[in-house]
């Protein structure tokens, strides 16, 4: 829409302004593809600050988005990515400032492919097939390793002479297959099934040499994934270099960086486990030798003991003990007899005193009726009674005159 303004009746900056956030709200959500160049996330803000460049036409908008917006694609989204971002333009009239307002960020190219992984890594975590708890440990010395690499190539080379060096008995079952393209992760399946049916395989190690992301696709495939954490056999995923992180290695019960990594830490190495068993023969020999030392000082410490040395003084200290306490006993049992008996005798003596026969002694005679009563008084006999009289030898009967 027009507007009829002049030299003589312009419009103020404000009105100006006013007009275009107008016509900016009129235009609506719209998709805009661009890059990331600076890229704000606070702590604890609620909101997303970024800059979306057009590198051909170099040119630069304001984005704003919601955390949890941004948050979606945080993983694989950061400055320099490039993205489509759904947002609706608006107009910020008192500083004549034109910012979009994002409400979906997605991906593009490499960073969509991203996306699609890191959304199926957290399905699998999920599901817990990334569990520490899962891992199995590895045998100490396998017998024989299932190897899974490409046909004569540099991962295959690296695993087999770096473990043949470090243990040159070790045995390798190997699958060759196509470790990219759309044949990989069939082949791959099936060469992990077979070795993990292979009765003496002891461990399988997936591996493959570094790659682009689009090459290693196959090893964050969501079949080999659930494949190898079906596997009853220890897995080891040694795919592309140190920076490069397939699913497979979250699924495998070991992570090694590189393929030579693998066969590191899948095979001891035989010098080394030679000077480890070197050393520790040493290590228990002076154990037992510093055991048997301690041993023989403390038994020489105990032999020199006044008892061990004399033996035969204890008895004699003690036998002292024993006859002073037997003449101790013999004293104190001979006080006890003749303090007994002292006491008996004048007990005795004053029994004696008080016994009716030492009264009859002395010239006295008791009177007794015929049914053995005692004549106490007179009036208890009647003239012509028969009584017996005891005295002090003997007794003889009486009779009552009066």
Known sequence: ??????????????????????????????????????????????????????????I????????????????VVSEGARVVVHAKPEWYAPRG???????????????ELLARLEQLKK????????????????PFLPQLIGLVCGRASAAERDVLENARHRWPAVRFEVRNVAVQGVH?????????????????????????????????LPFSDEQLVRTVAACRTPVVSAIGHEPDNPLLDHVADLRASTPTDAAKKVVPDVGEELERVAFLRERAR????????????????????????????????????????VDRARRTLGHLLDRAESELTHTHARVVALSPKAT???????????????????????????????????????????
């Open 1 to 58: 829409m027009g507007l009829n303004t002049s030299a003589d009746t312009p419009l103020p900056v404000g009105e100006v302004s006013r007009l275009i956030g107008g016509w900016i709200d009129r235009l609506g959500a719209v998709w805009v593809e661009g890059q990331i160049t600076q890229l704000s996330r606070r702590p604890g803000a609620g909101v997303v600050f970024m800059t979306l460049r057009d590198p051909s036409h170099d």
């Open 60 to 75: 630069s908008v304001s984005v704003t988005c919601y955390r949890q917006v941004f948050d979606a694609v945080a993983d």
């Open 97 to 111: 400032q034109l910012s979009l307002r994002a409400a979906e960020i997605r991906p593009v190219g490499v960073g």
């Open 123 to 138: 399905t699998l975590a999920g599901e817990g097939l990334f569990a520490a708890d899962r891992k199995r440990p590895l």
């Open 184 to 216: 990989a992760v069939p082949q791959v399946v099936q060469a992990v099934k077979e070795l993990d049916e292979h009765a003496e395989v002891d461990v399988i190690v997936v591996a493959r040499g570094g790659g682009s992301v689009e090459d290693l």
């Open 286 to 325: 002076r154990s037992v030798a510093a055991f048997l030392e301690r041993e023989e000082r403390g038994l020489a410490h105990a032999l020199a003991r006044p008892c061990m040395e004399q033996p035969h003084r204890m008895v004699e200290e003690r036998e002292e003990q024993v006859t002073a306490y």
């Open 360 to 402: 009859l002694q002395r010239g006295y005679a008791v009177l007794q009726k015929q049914d053995g009563a005692v004549v106490r008084a007179a009036d208890e006999v009647t003239g012509g009674e028969e009584l017996r009289a005891r005295v002090a030898e003997g007794e003889f009967p009486v009779r009552v005159d009066i």
